[in-house]
C-alpha cells in the first residue's frame, strides 16, 4: 500500500570538489486510475496522499459533478492504485465530452486546453474580497514555511486554501493541477464556503491553474512565479485576481487590482494612480 509521498534513495552528489555518497529525500510517483460506474475514465499521476479529496475534486473540475452528494459511493484502493466512484445519477456524463486519457503530472503536456467541459464549469467570480500588500505576502510566507515536503525533495507542488488570516488547508503534489484539485475535494467534502477565501500557490499560474481557481470558485489567486498571457486573459474575463513574484520586498497584480487594498485603479484611462 502507497501513503507516503516521499522516499529515500542512496545518491551519489557533487559537491563541487569531491563525489559524496549518501541518502537523499524524493518524491513518490504513484498512478491512480478513476473506475466511474463501472468504466475506465481517467488515470492520474499523483502523489499517494488525500486520494479522496483528489478524485472529487477532479471529477468537479471535469463537470461530472456539481456537489459531492452526487457521488453515490467512492472507494480508493490505495494499494492497487484505483478509485471505484458509483454516481447517483448514472446517466450525467455526457461521453462526447469525455474520453479515456491519461493525464501526467508533468506541467503544459497532461491536458489540452479548453475541453467542453471548462467551459461548462469554469465560472466568473464576483467576490467584493479585498486583501492588503502585507497579508499578500504573509499569506506568501506561511505556505512556503509550511512546504515541507517540497523543502525535503523540491520536487513537489504546493497550494494553499487561505483567508486573510491564514490558511485554512494546504495540499501538495507532484502535479500542480492534482494539488488544486485536492483543495476543490477538500472544499466540496467539507462544504467550505468560497466567498472569503484565496488560493496561494506555489507554481506558475498557467491558464490551467486559473480555470482551477475560477472552477474552486475563489477570486484571489496568489504565486511566487509569474502568469502567461493566456491565464492573464482568462483572469480578466472571470473575475480572478492574479497576484505574481510575490517577494518579501513586493510583487506584482495582473488582473482585478481592485481587490488589493491601496491601489487606486482608473479603470477609464487603465491606469495605476
Do not use: W
Request: hydrophobic fraction near 40%; proline fraction near 1%; charged fraction near 20%.
Amino acid at each position: 500500500m502507497f501513503k507516503e509521498i516521499t522516499t529515500s534513495q542512496n545518491i551519489v552528489k557533487y559537491n563541487g570538489q569531491n563525489f559524496i555518497e549518501e541518502e537523499d529525500d524524493i518524491a513518490v510517483e504513484s498512478a491512480l486510475t478513476i473506475i466511474l460506474d463501472g468504466t475506465e475514465f481517467a488515470t492520474m499521476v499523483c502523489s499517494p496522499s488525500e486520494l479522496k479529496e483528489l478524485v472529487v475534486g477532479f471529477l468537479a473540475s471535469e463537470g461530472v459533478i456539481r456537489v459531492y452528494q452526487d457521488i453515490q459511493s467512492i472507494h480508493i484502493d490505495e494499494e492497487k492504485g484505483f478509485a471505484y466512484v458509483d454516481l447517483v445519477n448514472k446517466h450525467s456524463i455526457q461521453k462526447d465530452f469525455h474520453s479515456k486519457r491519461f493525464i501526467g503530472s508533468c506541467c503544459g503536456k497532461g491536458r489540452q486546453f479548453y475541453f467542453h467541459n471548462d467551459v461548462k464549469t469554469a465560472k466568473t467570480v464576483m467576490t467584493k474580497l479585498t486583501v492588503t500588500p502585507e497579508q499578500c505576502r504573509e499569506l506568501m510566507k506561511q505556505m512556503q514555511e509550511n512546504s515541507s515536503h517540497f523543502q525535503q525533495t523540491g520536487g513537489v507542488h504546493n497550494a494553499a486554501l487561505c483567508t486573510k488570516e491564514g490558511i485554512v488547508a494546504a495540499r501538495t503534489d507532484i502535479g500542480r493541477h492534482n494539488a488544486l484539485d485536492k483543495l476543490f475535494g477538500y472544499c466540496l467534502i467539507n462544504r467550505i464556503p468560497l466567498k472569503d477565501k484565496i488560493i496561494a500557490f506555489s507554481g506558475r499560474i498557467s491558464s490551467e491553474v486559473l480555470l482551477k481557481a475560477a472552477k474552486i470558485g475563489v477570486g484571489i489567486i496568489l504565486s511566487k512565479s509569474a502568469p502567461t498571457n493566456l491565464a492573464i486573459n482568462l483572469a480578466e474575463e472571470l473575475g480572478i485576481t492574479a497576484v505574481g513574484f510575490i517577494r518579501a520586498n513586493g510583487f506584482n497584480v495582473y488582473t482585478h487590482h481592485e481587490r488589493i487594498q491601496g491601489i487606486e485603479y482608473n479603470h477609464s484611462s487603465s491606469s495605476v494612480l
